[in-house]
């Protein structure tokens, strides 16, 4: 089995993503108002996201491609279902009320043609007027602040350190990531690289609409703040099978 990035991320993820839950209530809201009782999260990671809506009444799964994730979230005592496989073309012979695909998942495939076979899939995984949840970069936007920048994250106890440097190429929007870690009196460091496929919004939209989904509402992130072409960072489209 081949490493992925996020065998590699694994605990580090936490420590840079530390506010998630505070987009949960959004989430939970559009869920609830959409009458979702079963969900899937697509790359379900730590379980940031899963935890807490399964915590607030949701029947939710996850699928994930990293052992090491699934492993890592294990830990948590969640007592989740956790599928291990890939976005791109899963099976699970079942239906869910919603899909949720946040956190620029559906950008981690590197290709549209990639991002259509998903589509398709996650159609198939709803039920008829299923909700699919989008939470997109607004690459443009992101650029334009941190091309070329480095950010780092420090655990309360210094036993992780973790530093990213961005940059666009010509097809990504690339972060390499340093992780330091000091675990009893053994030093480690990890390098990784995760790539988000610089998409098109528009041939998404028509990749929505040619795979059976009409989008219903656009906001400019998790929070439900309009969105702004030229300000918001993140792109969501909430979307529903047709
Ligand atoms: C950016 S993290 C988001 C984790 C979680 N959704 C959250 O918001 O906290 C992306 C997760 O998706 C997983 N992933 C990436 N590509 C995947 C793929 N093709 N199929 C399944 N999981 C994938 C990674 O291993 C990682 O755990």
Redesign the pocket.
């Known amino acids: 089995m081949s490493l992925?990035?996020?065998d590699v991320i694994r605990d580090a993820?936490d420590l840079v993503?530390a506010n998630?839950h505070e987009k949960v209530p959004y989430v939970a809201d559009i869920l609830r108002k959409h009458h979702v009782k079963s969900a899937l999260?697509?790359?379900?990671?730590?379980g940031?996201?899963t935890i807490p809506l399964k915590q607030a009444g949701f029947d939710i799964e996850g699928?994930?491609?990293?052992q090491e994730?699934i492993a890592f979230m294990a830990k948590k005592n969640a007592k989740l279902t956790i599928h291990h496989?890939?976005?791109?073309n899963y099976q699970l012979n079942k239906q869910f009320d919603a899909i949720l695909m946040?956190?620029?998942?559906l950008v981690?495939?590197d290709s549209h043609a990639a991002i259509a076979e998903s589509l398709r899939c996650s159609y198939e995984h709803l039920v008829p007027k299923g909700i699919l949840l989008l939470e997109l970069p607004n690459h443009p936007v992101e650029i334009r602040a941190s091309n070329h920048t480095q950010e780092t994250h420090v655990s309360d106890d210094n036993a992780t350190i973790v530093v990213i440097q961005s940059h666009a190429t010509a097809k990504f929007w690339r972060e390499h990531w340093y992780i330091f870690r000091q675990e009893d009196k053994t030093f480690s460091q990890e390098t990784t690289i995760c790539d988000e496929l610089l998409y098109s919004p528009q041939t998404l939209q028509s990749q929505l609409h040619d795979n059976g989904f009409e989008i219903i509402g656009t906001y400019g992130d998790l929070f439900g703040k309009p969105f702004d072409e030229n300000n918001s960072w993140r792109r969501v489209w909430l979307c529903q099978k047709k």
């Open positions: 992925t990035t996020y993820y993503f998630t999260e697509l790359g379900s990671g730590s940031l996201f699928l994930e491609l990293s994730m496989g890939n976005i791109q946040v956190s620029s998942i981690l495939l």
